[in-house]
């Protein structure tokens, strides 16, 4: 019998991923995944809360994948698919809305800043964006949750939801946690270091993307905003910049921050950013090939998603028909 707990999380296929995607998450992903009964999802639904080109949409979707299976995570031992396959987790969706509060919804940080981002389209899935993910999490009865620190809010609101929804038709879902990286939980723009790095970002020269061009990589953290001073010190308030590429470096190397800072004391900016942007080289070097490589076989990626939506949706259907009894729902 398979006693493991279960981990979900998900990517929106929203643009390339990032340094941050990477050190947020699937680190932690690929970390995590021999201990745990795993499903990893391409969250096509949520991205089309912002408007995507169709074209595109399919292209990053299945560069995605290539992505995922290229960082080390192995579509036969862990569940890998494309969340809009599993068409029991709209149906889940409707019943947690009708779970949900307003006011709930309305204080969500990711709302706030993305409806300010996207003005002229704040639709009711951005608004309702958190049930959707509160749906991938509870549909699969995931333990834990590995994201990136601005994901901890949704997580919580679906403890709520998952809570709530227990005390009112008994103990049908797992109450789930969010994993949350030590170092690494926000990766801040390399241009405005006071933001969060972000695949959708309209400056994309504050990003490093996975697939990225090794001298493109360097290019980009020597030209790295720093401040005024020479010494490499971790101060987010005051040095937001260095401090980013501490944590970068650190969360790659696997150092502490003090040992990172211990290591280049007496080293000026320079000499420090290029040590980075090497470091993120090495590690994104084999991943970028490897996805290149998988690209060219899209028979394999198709097997690989058919193959992830089958298990998905085995779990997915027993949770549902649970849920739709203790509602009252009559079944077929
Ligand atoms: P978008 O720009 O479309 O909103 P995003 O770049 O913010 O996308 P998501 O798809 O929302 O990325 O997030 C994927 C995962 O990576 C989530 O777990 C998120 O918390 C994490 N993550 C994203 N950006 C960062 C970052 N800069 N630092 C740490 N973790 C991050
Ligand atoms: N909302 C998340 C992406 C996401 C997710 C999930 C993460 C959708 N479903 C389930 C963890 C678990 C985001 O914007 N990064």
Not at 91 to 106: A, I, K, N
Request: aromatic share 8%; glycine share 8%; hydrophobic share 40%.
């Amino acid at each position: 019998m398979n006693d493991k707990k279960t981990i979900l999380s998900g990517i929106q296929p929203s643009g390339e991923l990032t340094l941050g995607s990477y050190l947020g998450a699937i680190k932690n992903w690929v970390e995590l995944s021999s201990d745990y009964d795993c499903f990893y999802c391409i969250v096509d639904m949520h991205a089309v809360t912002v408007r995507q080109d169709p074209a595109l949409l399919r292209k990053r979707t299945l560069e995605q994948l290539a992505q995922y299976i290229a960082c080390g995570l192995d579509p036969e031992k862990n569940t890998i698919f494309i969340q809009s396959h599993i068409p029991e987790l709209a149906q889940l969706t409707w019943v947690l809305m009708c779970h949900t509060g307003f006011g709930e919804l309305s204080r969500m940080t990711q709302f706030k800043d993305k409806s300010a981002k996207n003005s002229d389209n704040i639709n009711a899935g951005l608004f309702t964006y958190p049930v959707l993910m509160a749906a991938d999490i509870l549909l699969y009865q995931a333990h834990l949750v590995p994201v990136g620190g601005d994901q901890k809010q949704h997580v919580e609101l679906t403890r709520d939801i998952a809570l709530r929804f227990n005390a009112l038709h008994g103990e049908v879902f797992t109450i789930p946690e969010s994993f949350i990286p030590k170092i690494g939980a926000r990766i801040m723009s390399l241009t405005s270091p006071e933001n969060k790095m972000s695949k959708s970002d309209a400056d994309p020269d504050g990003c490093v993307f996975l697939m990225q061009k090794p001298e493109e990589i360097m290019r980009r953290f020597k030209r790295a905003v720093t401040d005024s001073e020479t010494n490499v010190r971790f101060d987010p308030a005051k040095k937001p910049g260095i401090s980013n590429l501490i944590s970068v470096y650190s969360a790659v190397s696997g150092n502490s921050i003090t040992e990172t800072e211990a290591l280049f004391s007496g080293k000026g900016y320079g000499d420090f950013k290029t040590a980075v942007g090497e470091a993120v080289v090495e590690l994104f070097r084999p991943i970028r090939e490897e996805t290149d490589r998988l690209l060219g076989d899209k028979a394999y990626l198709e097997s690989a998603y058919k193959k992830g939506a089958e298990k998905a949706s085995g779990v997915a259907g027993k949770t549902l028909r649970k849920i739709y009894k203790k509602i009252g729902f009559i079944p077929l």
